[in-house]
T-cell receptor
Framework: AQKITQTQPGMFVQEKEAVTLDCTYD???????LFWYKQPSSGEMIFLIY??????QNATEGRYSLNFQKARKSANLVISASQLGDSAMYFC????????????FGQGTRLTINP | DTAVSQTPKYLVTQMGNDKSIKCEQN?????MYWYKQDSKKFLKIMFS???????INETVPNRFSPKSPDKAHLNLHINSLELGDSAVYFC??????????????FGPGTRLTVL
């Protein structure tokens, strides 16, 4: 069964610093996808970045990059030059190729950016 | 142009009542989902429909009944509401033939409070 673990319930970072949010996963599937979503205090879920299990390069989207280490089953999100607007809950999620392609989410990390 | 919309945004009701939450997507996607986010922010899949066919039915009390009248709509009806049903319910949609990387687009959520 798929499992996602985010071990940091909360993170506090100074504005303009880089921050890494941890995510480890467990799956027996060879083909899977990893996602990060942001949930600001307003409540909506915002897709940030995707990494496929067969992608050889780490995904990047603007200030977001994904540090994918397949052997260690980790998919950490790196936010460079953090901004006050980055304060939010961040969720790591996984989708396996088998079955109905549901997303399984981690517990989330609450990121607070201090001015 | 709202991609995934839900109504109502807030729902406050008494225990024992029956209520419905509606979801519509205008993205032309073939798959829709219901997720529940509990008070600890944990997100879990409840149901998924692909082309109006139920494909995911997680361990959810049978008081919850999803209905998909067409590909663009997925409603959630809840009978005999209980205190533990209080949560935020998210609708999402995706296009499954785009492979693992197809992101799920989430609606704004419906905050259900059972008194």
């Amino acid at each position: 069964a798929q499992k996602i673990t985010q071990t940091q319930p909360g993170m506090f970072v100074q504005e303009k610093e880089a921050v890494t949010l941890d995510c480890t996963y467990d799956t027996s599937d060879q083909s899977y996808g990893l996602f990060w979503y942001k949930q600001p205090s307003s409540g909506e879920m915002i897709f940030l970045i995707y990494q496929g299990s067969y992608d050889e390069q780490n995904a990047t989207e603007g200030r977001y990059s994904l540090n994918f280490q397949k052997a260690r089953k980790s998919a950490n999100l790196v936010i460079s030059a953090s901004q006050l607007g980055d304060s939010a809950m961040y969720f790591c999620a996984m989708r396996e190729s088998q079955g109905a392609q549901k997303l399984v989410f981690g517990q989330g990390t609450r990121l607070t950016i201090n001015p | 142009d709202t991609a995934v919309s839900q109504t109502p945004k807030y729902l406050v009701t008494q225990m024992g009542n029956d209520k419905s939450i509606k979801c519509e997507q205008n993205l032309g996607h073939d798959t829709m989902y219901w997720y529940k986010q509990d008070s600890k922010k944990f997100l879990k899949i409840m149901f998924s429909y692909n082309n109006k066919e139920l494909i995911i039915n997680e361990t959810v009390p049978n008081r919850f009944s999803p209905k998909s009248p067409d590909k663009a709509h997925l409603n959630l009806h809840i009978n005999s509401l209980e205190l533990g049903d209080s949560a935020v319910y998210f609708c999402a949609s995706s296009q499954t033939d785009r492979g693992l990387e197809n992101e799920q687009f989430f609606g704004p959520g419906t905050r259900l409070t059972v008194l």
